[in-house]
C-alpha cells in the first residue's frame, strides 16, 4: 500500500494496519467478551498431573480447564443466529502442552468444537468401508472456532468427526499467564492440543484463509510417514510398520500460503501498534471486513455477523495477544508449502474479493498432491456462505482412497502413550519439574493477579 506523504506517522501506522488488516481477515465469528478469571489455584490445576486413567487414555479424559465459560452471543450480543448460539454451546477449553517459553506452568487452555460425527451416519459409513480420519479445523485471521458454525454440523451430519480449535490468542484460549502468542506459540499449542485430544492419530487438517498458513506449518512439521522397522515380517501395515507424524492430508479453504508475514504492522513501534489494534476493533473496519467476504452480501454481511466477528475483541488480554502476534512477525507458509506432500484438496470461492484468485491454481501447481475445487457464487470464506456444498467436496475427498484411515484408534494411542507421555510432563521423568512449575505458576499467578490484571 502506497501512503501519502502528507500523513503523519500516528495516520500513517493505523491506514497500513487498516488496509493490511482489511486485506487478511477472514470475517467470521470470534470470541467472547467474559474476562474469565484466572487465579493461582487455576495454575496449580493446570499442572497437576492427571490421574492414572487420564494418562492412560488421552482422548477420553483431557484435563479440562475448569474456568472456562463458553460465550453467550444471545444473551451477551443480540446475536440471532441459531447456529452460532448452538456452536457456542458446544465449545469447551482443555489444558495443552507447551514449552516454558510460551507458558511458565508448561499448559494453556485452548478452547474448541467438537462436532462429533453423526452415529448413525458414521456406522453406515463404516458398513460400506467409507470411514473418514477426523479433521482438524483452524480458524483465519483473528477469528475463532465459531467461524464453522455452519459447515460443522453439515460435517458431522455425513459422519465425520470434525474439531474446530481456537489458535492460541485467538478465540476464546487463554490470554492471561501466558509469555507469547507469537505464530509458532500458536503452532506448538496446536500441536499440543492434537496430543491432548487426538492423542496424536492420523489426521486430516484444515485452514480457512491465514489459518491455512498455520495449517502449512503444522503439517510440515507433522507429516505423516510409515516406516517397516529392520527385521519385521510382510503383514498387515498397522502390525507392522511404525508411524511418525500425523497429517494424512489437507484441506485449504481460500487460504493464504504464498505470503509471509503480517506486512508493515510487525515493524511498528508498540505505542503505534496497539493505536493500529484498536482499528482492528472498530465497527467500521469490520464491516469493511465483513462486506469484502462475501459474494452474496445482503444475505451473509448482515449485522449478527458484524457483531459474532467483533465480539472477541472485547475480551480482556485481546490487545496484548494480538501485539504480541504482531511483533513475531507472523506465520511464514511460502517456503514450506512445497514440502507437504500429502493428498490436499483447495477450495476457492470464484469470487473471492480479499485473495487473488491466482493463488488458487499455484498451490495446485506447489503441492505434489493437490486438487483444486472453485465453488461459484462465493466469496472468501465457502464455509460461511456456501456451507453444504464445501462439506459434500470435503467429504469426498476425505473418503477418497488415499485418505483410508490406516491404524485403529487403539493402535494409535498406544503409540502416541509410549513415545510420548511416558517421557513428556506427566510421566515419571516429567512430574518434577511439573512440581516446581506448579509452584513458580502459583506465585506468579498471585504477584499479576495483586497487580491488577
Known sequence: MKVQQQLTPLAAAIAIVATTATRTLAFAPSRDSTRTSRSSSHLLHAA?????????????????????????PLNDFQITD?????????????????SPSVSSTGYVGISYIHFAADENAKKQAQSDGDATLPLLLVHGFDSSALEFRRL?????????????VDLLGWGYTQLDDVASFSAQAKIEALEGFWKTMGGYGEVVVGGASLGGAAVIEFAAKNLCRFSKEEGQLEGRDDENKTREGCVRGTVLLDAQGFVDGIGPMSFLPSPLARLGI???KSEPLRESANQMSYFDKEQFATEDALKVGRMHCLRDGWEEGMLSF????????????????????????????????EFAQKFVDTMP??????????????????????????????????????????????????????NGPWGAIGLGGVAVAAATGAAAAGTLMGGGM
Not at 517456503?335 to 506432500?341: A, C, N, Y
Not at 465457502?382 to 487403539?410: D, G
Request: charged share 20%; hydrophobic share 35%.
Open 369 to 422: 498432491d493437490a486438487q483444486l475445487q472453485w465453488i461459484e457464487r462465493c466469496g472468501h470464506v465457502p464455509h460461511l456462505e456456501q456451507p453444504e456444498l464445501t462439506a459434500k467436496y470435503i467429504a469426498e475427498f476425505l473418503r477418497s482412497e488415499k485418505l483410508r484411515p490406516l491404524e485403529t484408534t487403539s493402535i494409535s494411542n498406544a503409540n502416541y502413550i509410549m513415545n510420548n507421555v511416558m
Open 326 to 357: 504482531m511483533q513475531s512477525g507472523g506465520f511464514r507458509p511460502k517456503e514450506k508449502v512445497g514440502l507437504v506432500d500429502v493428498p490436499s484438496l483447495v477450495i476457492w470461492g470464484r469470487d473471492d474479493g480479499i485473495l487473488e484468485k
Open 48 to 72: 497437576t498431573p492427571p490421574s492414572p486413567k487420564t494418562t492412560q487414555n488421552p482422548i477420553n479424559s483431557p484435563q479440562a480447564d475448569l474456568t472456562f465459560t463458553p460465550p453467550d
Open 82 to 98: 441459531p447456529l452460532c448460539a448452538q456452536a457456542a454451546s458446544k465449545m469447551k477449553r482443555v489444558m495443552v502442552p507447551v
Open 278 to 280: 484498536q482499528v482492528l
Open 152 to 164: 460443522g454440523p453439515q460435517l458431522s451430519s455425513r459422519g465425520i468427526d470434525v474439531y474446530c
